[in-house]
């Protein structure tokens, strides 16, 4: 087995060999949404970075299921800016595009502003040292992004409908050679929103994803990541997944998904 996610191809920067810790837990061929959409977030951080600049929201278009093949991902500056711009990238097969993002990159102020401590993010969740040891992850594959993350349920469980409150960790860099960045991390993670806080049957229903909008008023500090997650089905058949992110000193943002809801 791999020791990545997806292994760089010394002879094109642009192309990544995906392994099968990519691997979602629903076909054998097809990935979970949270290790491209780190990918994404790979290229997005070193396309023509600047010193003293954040990314702060990245919004990802899951075009079709992504397949467990090489991905060619590429970033580019759309809007350049002095103080806050935007920036685009695409992951392809050879087929095409599978999934697209758009990122603003934001001047961190210095010195940092005086802004009234009563307003400023608080708040914790108890940490992954005191949320239980997981049970297995439901599904049939024996090797994918279940077995490559550390996941903790603090509140709630797979399997046990609604609202939860999880901690994950990645156990592999999304890249091989490099650490995963703290953006890196949050996208990888905040993908597992429905997931963890699913409130229809699994085997009955379909509840997919087209999108995951990241908004971070700070970076992640350590490997853990916090989804506070819940989900707002509707009968029509459109739902929503919420999560609200926290590291161990605190919080960091919000996510969220547009689901589909369908019968199988």
């Keep these: 087995m791999s020791d990545a996610f997806y292994l760089p191809d010394p002879d094109d920067p642009k192309r990544f060999i995906s392994t099968e810790l990519t691997r979602g837990p629903w076909s054998p061929d097809a990935q979970h949404a949270g290790p491209p959409s780190a990918l994404l977030g790979h290229v997005i951080e070193r ?4 010193e003293g600049f954040q990314v702060g929201r ?25 103080s806050v711009e935007l920036l685009e990238a695409t992951l392809s097969t050879e087929r095409g595009p599978v999934m697209k993002a758009n990122a603003w990159r934001f001047k961190l102020a210095e010195p940092e502003l005086a802004l009234p401590e009563e307003f400023h993010p608080v ?25 490559a993350i550390e996941y903790r349920f603090v509140t709630g469980a797979f399997g046990e409908p609604g609202p939860a409150i999880c901690w994950i ?8 050679g490099t650490t995963p960045s703290p953006l890196e991390r949050t996208l990888a993670a905040a993908d597992s929103g429905n997931g963890v806080s699913a409130v229809l049957d699994w085997n009955r229903y379909l509840f997919i994803n087209t999108d995951l909008t990241v908004t971070l ?14 989900t707002y089905p509707q009968p029509h058949g459109i739902g929503l997944a919420e999560s609200a992110l926290f590291d161990e000193k605190g919080p960091l943002g ?11």
């Design 58 to 82: 990245v919004a990802v278009e899951i075009l079709g299921p992504v397949p467990l093949q090489p991905l060619f991902a590429e970033a580019r500056v759309t809007r350049p800016g002095r």
């Design 47 to 50: 396309c023509e970075p600047r």
């Design 217 to 230: 008023h700070r970076q992640p500090v350590g490997e853990w990541v916090c989804l506070d997650a819940v």
């Design 123 to 147: 708040g914790a969740r108890p940490g992954p040292d005191h949320a239980p040891a997981p049970t297995p992850f439901p599904t049939a594959q024996e090797v994918g992004f279940h077995t």
């Design 169 to 176: 960790r990645l156990k592999y860099p999304i890249v091989a």
């Design 254 to 264: 919000r996510s969220t998904q547009t689901l589909y809801l369908g019968v199988r």
